[in-house]
């Protein structure tokens, strides 16, 4: 892992670099799974982390877990549970008593008998290569909710890479109502943060535009796009056009 990570930043170690945003007419490359031991070691730094906080403040605690957002081919669900546990389930188990566990969904990715399998190239693919799937966030905060029935949740970082502002407000919209719809079911979300505010620096470049307001990189200009009045607006509603919540 140590060796691939560092020829990422070399040109010329012939690995290629797992950057999403690269080579967008061939599928996005399978990372390969986090070392337990490794989860095991952060698992570590955060309950030391959190003990030295409720020592010394009245501060929340808690931490935050990307989530696959994975769903299962036929036949595959021992083979999901095993990934689930690397990816996910670890880090999740690890949040029983804290004050709150953060959620971080985008999209959705299957998982048959060999492994999670690559997102195949694809009109509707958003500028990281990801499936466009705002269901996924519901999919994300019903299955912490299992792992962690009585620890809140707040979804930490949604969005969409794309430059297509009007697809930002669609993706959005369904995937707020994927929440809703969890929430309605009983799963205890206590906040959204949208990713992001700002067109920012991914995966080393500027392309993959998640912002809710671009910036002219020479003059640092903020311009908000249609879809930060749009989401203040539900914000401020506290409710989706269509009636969700």
Known sequence: MVREAEAALDPDSGLEWLS???????????????PVEIGRR??????AALEVLRERT??????????????TRPGAEEVRRRLE?????????????????????????????????????????TLVRTAYRPD????????TADVLPDVPIVVTENGIATDD????????????????GAM??????????????LD????????PTFGLVAVERETFERRPKPSLAWLGGVAKANALQDGGT
């Open 20 to 34: 999403p945003t690269l080579e967008a007419d061939t599928p996005r490359p399978v990372k390969p799974a986090p």
């Open 42 to 47: 952060l698992i570590e730094a955060h309950h």
């Open 58 to 71: 009245d501060a929340r605690v808690g931490w935050t877990v990307a989530s696959r957002a994975f769903e």
């Open 85 to 125: 546990y690397v990816w996910e389930d670890l880090y999740l188990e690890a949040a029983r008593g804290d004050d709150f566990i953060g959620v971080q969904a985008y999209s959705a990715q299957w998982v048959g008998l060999d492994g999670i399998e690559p997102h195949p190239v694809h009109p509707d693919n």
């Open 136 to 143: 996924a966030l519901g999919i994300a905060v019903r299955h």
């Open 165 to 180: 502002d009007s697809r930002r407000v669609a993706y959005t919209t369904a995937a707020l109502a994927a929440l809703a």
């Open 184 to 197: 309605e079911d009983g799963v205890d979300v206590r906040g959204y943060i949208h990713w992001s505010l």
């Open 200 to 207: 920012n620096y991914e995966w080393g470049h500027w392309d």
